[in-house]
């Protein structure tokens, strides 16, 4: 019997060639992860887009071809997660078609499912923002190392199991949606300023790097 309490998106979710239209359609979405029988996953409040070989803020800027990005070039619906100043797991997953490295990384989840688990893997002795409220914390939370880079994160066939995907949640409203500069990047110049990152507007589980935005 297959684990996945709630079917992953499609791979062609992931397929298309507009990675900021995904960051966004992301918000809302349901992330998850299965690993020693224990469910943990939560509502992604958070996300910031990486627009491949023109972004000089994506580790694939000019069509970088490392041992590290190579899973960006891969087709959509894969993940990429790296070590971020070689402490904290980011996880991003990949969009596009192969060899465009797009991708989506995601910033923060409000949790919903087995929060005494992210409580544990934390070390928190309660319930806060200090959760999941942050990429590097947010993979902490959810038991996600760089193992699990380069998974797919929808079900190649009904009956396959994955163990890291996101599915299906409430939808989103245009208005709900507050777009800001992306956190991190001032070496980027110009492209620091894109407004592509996206958040829920007064979601108390966004990321406190940025709260002018939301």
């Known amino acids: ?106 910033r923060a989840i409000a949790p919903t499912v087995g929060l005494e688990q992210m409580q544990a893997r934390r070390g928190l002795a309660k319930i806060s923002p200090k959760l999941t409220a942050g990429p590097g914390i947010l993979s902490q939370a959810l038991g996600i190392r760089t193992a699990q880079n380069a998974q797919i994160m929808y079900a190649p066939t009904p009956e396959a199991e994955v163990q890291l995907w996101i599915a299906e949640g409430e939808p989103i409203r245009p208005e709900q949606i507050v777009a800001g500069p992306r956190v991190g990047v001032a070496y980027a110049q110009e492209d620091a300023l894109l407004p592509w990152r996206f958040c829920l507007k007064g979601s108390p589980w966004v990321s406190p790097a940025v709260p002018k935005y939301n």
């Not at 992953?8 to 992860?33: C, M």
């Not at 803020?57 to 100043?85: D, Q, W």
């Open 1 to 106: 019997m297959s684990i996945i309490l709630t079917p992953p998106l499609p791979q062609s979710f992931y397929t298309r060639t507009d990675v900021v239209q995904i960051a966004r359609e992301l918000l809302g979405k349901q992330l998850f992860t299965h690993q020693e029988g224990v469910l943990t996953g939560g509502i992604i409040v958070e996300t910031e887009a990486y627009c491949g070989a023109s972004d000089k803020a994506c580790h694939a800027h000019l069509n970088r071809r490392t041992k590290r990005t190579a899973p960006m070039f891969e087709a959509g619906g894969i993940s990429y997660v790296y070590l971020c100043y070689g402490i904290h797991a980011l996880l991003n997953v990949v969009t596009n078609v192969a060899g465009q490295a797009d991708a989506v990384l995601i």
